[in-house]
């Protein structure tokens, strides 16, 4: 099992930047994709961000050209960089680990969240 821990939430001004960091025990390698999802008050959680383990990535289109998603394999840890913050950007950013167990199926693990605020 892995035990994301995510890492970096705040609050900030709009138009900053922030970079969440998702640490991912067991290593990043050992799972098929890491994915980034947020989920504001009121709101279903969405899916933001995705690598691959082969390192393909996916985007929401909510996000595209704000957002990056990147590994670090030596430090099993996965960023996401988010710029220009916009308040609707705020919410609580969840990190998980998918792991396939069958053909049309997976495992999701999750982590508790890290809270981001932005300000107008």
Request: charged share 20%; proline share 5%; with cysteine.
């Amino acid at each position: 099992q892995a035990h994301p821990v995510e890492s970096g939430g705040g609050s900030v001004q709009a138009g900053e930047s922030l970079r969440l960091s998702c640490a991912v025990s067991g290593g990043i390698f050992s799972f098929d994709a890491i994915h980034w999802y947020r989920q504001a008050p009121g709101h279903q959680r969405e899916l933001v961000a995705s690598i691959q383990s082969s390192g393909a990535l996916y985007y929401g289109d909510s996000v595209k050209g704000r957002f990056t998603i990147s590994r670090d394999n030596a430090k099993n840890t996965v960023y996401l960089e988010i710029h220009s913050l916009i308040p609707e950007d705020t919410a609580v950013y969840y990190c998980s680990a998918e792991e396939k167990v069958g053909p049309n199926s997976s495992d999701e693990f999750l982590g508790p969240g890290t809270q981001v605020t932005v300000s107008p």
